[in-house]
């Protein structure tokens, strides 16, 4: 079983995203950078994106750099989307266990988001 399973599927990460743009936009550490974005398609990429990493399928980290070049975040920004996702996921009544998870695999993408050089793969 992957975490898509062990959280409720397609279904419940499409309300877990609900709730964590919710969150996102009303925070004002991090709602400016959605001022000028089309939540509706946001929250849409959100869930495949989602669906896609926690059904246990590789992402791709170029088309994540892209998306993210122009924003220039920084650690503080991504520690800010990393907590919102953590609270939608306890608010949508995820285990912490599968929060773990969670957070574990969208800490992978950290370097990706932040535009920072690849990291050495391990030999």
């Given at each position: 079983?992957?975490?898509l399973?062990?959280?409720?599927?397609?279904?419940?990460?499409?309300?877990?995203?609900?709730?964590?743009?919710?969150n996102?936009?009303?925070?004002p550490?991090?709602?400016?950078?959605f001022?000028?974005?089309?939540m509706?398609?946001?929250r849409?990429m959100?869930?495949?994106?989602?669906?896609?990493i926690?059904?246990?399928?590789a992402?791709?980290?170029?088309?994540m750099?892209?998306?993210?070049?122009?924003?220039?975040?920084?650690?503080?920004?991504?520690?800010?989307?990393?907590?919102a996702?953590?609270?939608a996921?306890?608010?949508?009544?995820?285990?912490?266990?599968?929060?773990?998870?969670?957070?574990?695999?969208?800490?992978?993408t950290?370097?990706?988001?932040?535009?920072?050089?690849?990291?050495?793969?391990?030999?």
């Amino acid at each position: 079983m992957t975490l898509l399973d062990d959280i409720g599927g397609e279904e419940a990460v499409d309300t877990i995203v609900k709730v964590f743009y919710t969150n996102l936009v009303n925070d004002p550490r991090i709602s400016p950078f959605f001022a000028r974005t089309s939540m509706t398609r946001q929250r849409a990429m959100q869930t495949k994106f989602l669906v896609h990493i926690f059904g246990g399928k590789a992402y791709n980290g170029e088309a994540m750099r892209r998306a993210h070049k122009n924003l220039k975040l920084t650690d503080k920004h991504f520690d800010v989307v990393l907590e919102a996702l953590t609270d939608a996921l306890r608010t949508c009544g995820v285990c912490e266990a599968h929060i773990k998870q969670a957070a574990g695999l969208a800490e992978q993408t950290r370097v990706d988001i932040l535009c920072r050089p690849p990291l050495p793969k391990d030999e």
